[in-house]
């Protein structure tokens, strides 16, 4: 037998009957954990940036919330990737398009910030859910005296993994138009979406949730999520990756031995299959970004039946 696996591995064909790691398992193996990241810690990071990173060295002044596991320096969840990104008052961020899609929530930003889109200067305003889906020009233009912030989502892991990755510059730094559009279906202004999300009629027991109808995303679903003032939830373990970013208000997660207190402008990731527990101490609107509809798409989103093991 040992000079069959020689003979096998001179060929670099492998026998199945002898592999190192199972191939097949029955349940997800969670290899990316729960991890929780702090705006008020990435803001001060990003001012120090802005000291010495300009627009001109790096595609984008951004803080990568890469998960913490051994050997990962880039993904958050196994499909997506969440980032904070600072523009400084009166800097541009270059306009370019990739394969992946991509979006953004808008934390701190006065007026005259936008993502420009295909040629429309889309405002950007805090609370706001702007799309940049697959292959469309976008850039950042912040017009105003003060630094913007947000938190980018990509599904750039996903698309590393399939190869179909493409990138490609625009030939003008930023593109060039005079077209406002507040009202680009690009874009969920909060304005609209958070006294949505607190009357809405889809709940589960302690939230209410807010579903973000777009087409433009095919891999990444989006919702608000709106916790009143001392709610509880639970949710059961699920397929799906979930990343959740904080909009407004304090609570507390719990997944297993993960906890976590979050406050506005935090991110925190739930990858696949892990059960969580809410408390929020405060009246709160998250925002969920989540491989669901891919998911959904291949057959392969399956959620824990309540009691089992």
Partial sequence: MEALYALLDEVRIGAGWNKPTPSLYPAPKREFVPAHWSYAIAKPALDAAGRYVSTELAERRNLILANPIEGNSYATARTLVAAYQMVKGGEAARSHRHTPNALRLALDADADVYTVVQGE????????????????????????AQDAYWIDFLDAPLVQFLDPMFFEHHADVVEKT???????????????????????????????WLNLEQRALSTIGLKLRHFEKGA????????????YAVI???????????AFAWSRGDVFVLPGWNPAQWTASEEACLLLVTDAPLL???????TEEEGAA
């Avoid at 200067?121 to 105003?144: A, C, F, R």
């Avoid at 407004?248 to 993960?258: F, L, Q």
């Fill in 121 to 144: 200067k889309i405002p950007m305003e805090p609370g706001d859910v702007l799309l940049t889906p697959n292959w469309l020009w976008h850039g950042h233009s912040n017009e105003s």
């Fill in 178 to 208: 005079d077209v406002h559009n507040p009202a680009s279906p690009m874009r969920f202004a909060y304005a609209r979406t958070g006294p949505a999300v607190r009357s809405a009629i889809e709940a589960t027991p302690g939230a209410r």
């Fill in 232 to 243: 509880r939830a639970s949710d059961p373990r699920t397929t799906a990756n979930r990343i």
């Fill in 248 to 258: 407004e208000g304090a609570g507390s997660v719990t997944s297993d031995e993960h």
């Fill in 296 to 302: 959904a798409k291949l057959g392969w989103l399956k």
